[in-house]
Each structure stands twice: as C-alpha cells, then as structure tokens.
C-alpha cells in the first residue's frame, strides 16, 4: 500500500514533553483558537468546565516536531485510565502521518501501563476528528465523566490488548 501524503522533511518526531512545556502550551493555544469559536455559543451557558484540564491528571503529554512543532496529544488520568486530550495537528500538517504518530504514541502510554483501553471524547462540531477516530479503530461508547453536560459529545475507546 502507497501513501499519498508527501514525505516530509525534516523527518517527523515524537517527544514526551511536560504539560506546561512552551511548545505544548502555543499548540494547545492554537487548538482553542481554531476549535473554540465552533462551541462559543455552549460555553456562555455552562456553569462548568467538563473539557478543562487539571495538569496533575496528565500522565503524559506529546510534542511532535518537523523542525518546529506541529503536533499535540496528552494522555490524563479519568477515572482509572487514561484519556486522550488535546489532539491537534496544524493545519499545514494535517494529512502528513503526524495524527497517526501522535495517536500511537498515546495508545503505547496506555500500553506500557498494561491497560486494557484508551478513552477519548470529541465534540459533535468535529466531525473530521470522528471520521479519523473511526479510521484509527475506535468505537463509541457512551458519553463518560466529566461529559455528562455535553449531550452530543462522541465517546470513543480503542481495545489495546
């Protein structure tokens, strides 16, 4: 099977940073920048916060680099096991191989604990997100905590064993 992504170069890498590491902080800033004005209108009336992140649940947080970075993804703690977060690819990068590395670098977090799945949530405004969470063999499952205020949220889970 052939890509039809073109190569990129400087060749793609992944780096475990800290959640406050300044790369990791300017592309989740860019995330919200993109994502955030699709919600704007459900964010004036809620009174909580159900996508916000206490960075002393974070297990592990993802950079990648082509040159500067260009990606982003985190792994929290929810419950018992770990939570994608903060999946985003820049634009000019998207198509590139940089989600599927980043979702595999989030799915061995999981692993390297032995846990038997990896959970995530994306908003109903995100449907390229679905689509690619389905390709990557995720299945919905229903909405879990802290989402319940989110009625059409997508629940989705990967069987890692």
Not at 2 to 26: C, F, G, K, Q, Y
Not at 32 to 48: C, F, I, N, S, T
Request: charged share 20%; proline share 9%.
């Amino acid at each position: 099977m052939t890509s039809s992504a073109t190569p990129i170069n400087p060749p793609l890498t992944i780096e475990s940073v800290e959640w406050a590491h300044p790369d990791a902080v300017i592309l989740r800033d860019e995330m919200a920048a993109e994502v955030g004005p699709r919600y704007a209108y459900l964010a004036k009336h809620m009174r909580d916060k159900p996508n916000a992140v206490d960075p002393a649940t974070v297990h592990r947080t993802f950079v990648a680099y082509c040159g500067d970075p260009v990606g982003h993804a985190a792994v929290r703690w929810n419950a018992g096991e770990l939570e994608l977060k903060r999946m985003f690819v820049r634009p000019g990068y998207r198509g590139s191989g940089v989600a599927p590395l980043l979702l595999s670098a989030a799915e061995a977090a999981a692993r390297a604990l032995e846990l038997p799945r990896l959970i995530l949530q994306t908003g109903h405004l995100q449907p390229e997100a679905v689509r690619f969470y389905e390709r990557s063999g995720y299945h919905r499952i229903p909405i879990f905590s802290p989402y319940e205020s989110l009625p059409l949220s997508n629940c989705f889970a990967k069987a890692l064993t």
